[in-house]
């Protein structure tokens, strides 16, 4: 069975900073790429960042790049999303999410978990 686990959301200071964890189980996720994705309040769901299974790809949302950064340690079956700098608009209910394909999951996913809130005050 699939599962993906977020934690480490909560609330921060703009400019401050949060590490997100995602531990996930089921054989076939072992070797998928990972990514992280959020939907702020009454907007629609966004690409932050994904990463393959050898770490050597990533991608990043436009507005994140250089503030997060997405890692992974597959030892540990946990990818991890370190936000940091961050702003009032990156308030938002952050989602990981797993699919076959680093292509795809740029997009959408096969597989998701449940959410963490992220909320930045200013």
């Known amino acids: 069975q699939v599962q993906l686990v977020e934690s480490g959301g909560g609330s921060v200071q703009a400019g401050g900073s949060l590490r997100l964890s995602c531990t996930f189980s089921?054989?076939?996720?072992?070797?998928?790429?990972m990514g992280w994705f959020r939907q702020p309040p009454g907007k629609e769901r966004e690409f932050v960042a994904a990463?393959?299974?050898?770490?050597?790809?990533?991608y990043y949302g436009n507005s994140m790049k250089g503030r997060f950064t997405i890692s992974r340690d597959n030892a540990k079956n946990t990818v991890y999303l370190q936000m940091n700098s961050l702003r009032p608009e990156d308030t938002a209910v952050y989602y990981c999410?797993?699919?076959?394909?680093?292509?795809?999951?740029?997009?959408?996913?096969?597989?998701w978990g449940q959410g963490t809130q992220v909320t930045v005050s200013s």
């Open positions: 089921g054989r076939t996720l072992s070797t998928y790429p």
């Open positions: 999410a797993a699919d076959r394909s680093i292509e795809v999951i740029r997009t959408t996913a096969r597989y």
């Open positions: 990463i393959n299974w050898s770490r050597k790809i990533t």
